[in-house]
């Protein structure tokens, strides 16, 4: 985790089918979102960042709105390698268990830089374990068990759909219906564990991937290694990604922002002060970015304007010059020209 070991984000990816199970109780999503200080669109953009407090906020009032002790692990059971990204189909493509396992919790920063995967061989047994890194975070059993639900559903894309684990541990107390446990996991569970974990027999570490697309992971893994190494994401990387996600849905302010990566205003401050920049600039870029985004698509300066938050078209169009040197209407111009010339 980079920098403040108090603070972790998480990838929308990661967590997209909260917002299926959620419809599938028929709660308002839009709704909750706003109820817990998230944008009402947050599930639209799967890259987008969000706080382990926020997240963790919004897992504990999704348990509150379902009325589920197991709403973790129904998130966790609709989970594939597919959802983690490259990393994901890095390692369902690997050559053993092995390789893809340790791919996965090398990669698990790429999406999720609040929780802490392991990999550990004790003799005979293999254990994947999880937990959260990030002290003060909410609803942390309910994120526990949806971890350890998609390294289960990961290791059987790896070996197959009848592959079970020995035993099951979560760090948890034993809800009042442990049924869904038991059907979905198909192993002893024990609760109340020090930590959430899943053991299974070492020696299929090193059984060949299921079904492995060799040519595939070839072009994937030197992707991926890069990845890896430049994961080490600015503060200021995640700031933006939050800025894209807000800036069509009202005033982009400091306030917001740090809400949505569940920071004080005092430490975000602080953390853009580390990186020598500053919120106003990172706010006035990603409007920019957007505004380019809107006129390429045609969109009026009056709609534009709107969207942006500016007063009326002409308070837009100064700030359109002062970014790109031009008019909105010149800049759109330009760039139909140079793309006909092309």
Same mark, same amino acid.
């Given at each position: 985790?980079?920098?403040? %070991?108090?603070?972790?984000?998480?990838?929308?990816? $990661?967590?997209?089918?909260?917002?299926?199970?959620?419809?599938?109780?028929?709660?308002? =999503?839009?709704? &909750?979102?706003?109820?817990?200080?998230?944008?009402?669109?947050?599930?639209? %953009?799967?890259?987008? =960042?969000?706080?382990?407090?926020?997240?963790?906020?919004?897992?504990?009032?999704?348990?509150?709105?379902?009325?589920?002790?197991?709403?973790?692990?129904?998130?966790?059971?609709?989970?594939?390698?597919?959802?983690?990204?490259?990393?994901?189909?890095?390692?369902? %493509?690997?050559?053993?268990?092995?390789? #893809?396992?340790?791919? /996965?919790? #090398?990669?698990?920063?790429?999406?999720?830089?609040?929780?802490?995967? +392991?990999?550990?061989?004790?003799?005979?047994?293999?254990?994947?374990? !999880?937990?959260?890194?990030?002290?003060?975070?909410?609803?942390?059993?309910?994120?526990?068990?949806?971890?350890?639900?998609?390294?289960?559903?990961?290791?059987?894309?790896?070996?197959? @759909?009848? !592959? $079970?684990?020995?035993?099951?541990?979560?760090?948890?107390? +034993?809800?009042?219906?442990?049924?869904?446990?038991?059907?979905?996991?198909?192993?002893?569970?024990?609760?109340? #564990?020090?930590?959430?974990?899943?053991?299974?027999?070492?020696? @299929?570490?090193? &059984?060949?991937?299921?079904? *492995?697309?060799?040519?595939?992971?070839?072009?994937?893994?030197?992707?991926?290694?890069?990845?890896?190494?430049?994961?080490?994401?600015?503060?200021?990387?995640?700031?933006?990604?939050?800025?894209?996600?807000?800036?069509? $849905?009202?005033?982009?302010?400091?306030?917001?922002?740090? @809400?949505? /990566?569940?920071?004080?205003?005092?430490?975000?401050?602080?953390?853009?002060?580390?990186?020598?920049? $500053?919120? @106003?600039?990172?706010?006035?870029?990603?409007?920019?970015?957007?505004?380019?985004? &809107?006129? *390429? *698509?045609?969109?009026?300066?009056?709609?534009? #304007?709107?969207? &942006?938050?500016?007063?009326?078209?002409?308070?837009?169009?100064?700030?359109?010059?002062? !970014?790109?040197?031009?008019?909105?209407?010149? !800049?759109?111009?330009?760039? +139909?020209?140079?793309?006909?010339?092309?």
């Amino acid at each position: 985790m980079r920098g403040n %070991n108090h603070f972790g984000t998480v990838k929308v990816r $990661n967590i997209q089918a909260v917002e299926e199970v959620l419809r599938e109780f028929g709660v308002d =999503v839009e709704t &909750l979102l706003t109820k817990v200080d998230l944008e009402p669109d947050l599930f639209a %953009n799967r890259e987008t =960042v969000i706080g382990y407090a926020s997240f963790g906020r919004l897992i504990s009032e999704c348990v509150v709105a379902t009325g589920c002790e197991d709403f973790g692990l129904r998130v966790g059971m609709r989970e594939s390698a597919g959802a983690i990204g490259l990393a994901g189909f890095a390692a369902i %493509n690997s050559p053993t268990v092995r390789d #893809a396992l340790q791919t /996965l919790v #090398a990669a698990l920063r790429l999406s999720d830089t609040g929780g802490v995967a +392991r990999l550990e061989v004790r003799d005979v047994i293999a254990v994947i374990s !999880w937990s959260v890194a990030v002290p003060g975070v909410e609803a942390i059993d309910q994120i526990s068990d949806g971890a350890i639900a998609v390294a289960c559903n990961l290791v059987r894309e790896l070996c197959g @759909q009848s !592959w $079970n684990p020995i035993e099951v541990c979560l760090a948890r107390p +034993r809800p009042k219906d442990a049924r869904l446990f038991s059907t979905f996991f198909r192993a002893p569970i024990r609760f109340d #564990a020090e930590e959430s974990s899943m053991i299974f027999p070492s020696s @299929q570490l090193d &059984l060949h991937v299921d079904g *492995r697309d060799a040519d595939l992971h070839e072009v994937l893994a030197p992707l991926l290694e890069r990845a890896i190494t430049e994961s080490q994401r600015s503060f200021s990387a995640d700031v933006s990604s939050v800025l894209r996600s807000q800036v069509s $849905n009202g005033p982009l302010t400091p306030a917001r922002a740090a @809400q949505a /990566l569940g920071m004080s205003a005092r430490s975000f401050t602080r953390r853009l002060a580390e990186e020598t920049t $500053n919120f @106003q600039d990172l706010a006035q870029q990603i409007k920019f970015e957007t505004a380019q985004a &809107l006129l *390429r *698509r045609d969109k009026g300066i009056a709609e534009i #304007a709107l969207i &942006l938050g500016y007063s009326d078209p002409t308070a837009f169009a100064r700030a359109f010059k002062t !970014w790109s040197g031009k008019t909105p209407t010149r !800049w759109r111009i330009d760039q +139909r020209r140079s793309g006909t010339e092309r």
